[in-house]
């Protein structure tokens, strides 16, 4: 013998309605905090980047003011997606392997073991500034030597 329970005739509507409104709130929640985060720079970042750096992360993002038509354009050495840093922090193998597979480059022969300069590309500068043994990164310029032989 079967049990036969009775079921509230509309309980399969009731419940596929507050499925779908379940589902909504999910995903424009989701889509909100999406949005939030890719144009909000933690505050702890943006300290570690020079105010030049600052404006290459919004042009790459196309942020403000780099939403509109402008001729602004960020103070920096720039060459095939990458800009020119100098990092002020512990230079170690991981570091230096970190910048090479984020697609950047060291300096060779240009540094001290606290000072030193890199090929980063715009969009990894702040994966590379979230780095806890990196003190600041600012926009460098390109520098020749000469050098005198004695005589």
Known sequence: M????????????????????????????????????????????????????????????????FDKSTTAEPDVYKFDGRVLVEIQGSISKELSDQIASLGGQLVVGWGTATTFRAWVPFAQLETLASRADIKSLSAARPSITHRIKAP
């Open 2 to 65: 079967k049990p036969r329970f009775k079921t509230f005739p509309h309980f399969h509507v009731l419940v596929r309605a507050l499925l779908a409104a379940i589902a909504v709130f999910a995903l424009s929640t989701a889509q909100m905090s999406a949005g939030d985060q890719k144009s909000a720079v933690p505050a702890s970042i943006l300290s570690k980047l020079d105010d030049q750096l600052v404006l290459v992360v919004k042009k790459s993002r196309g942020e403000p003011p």
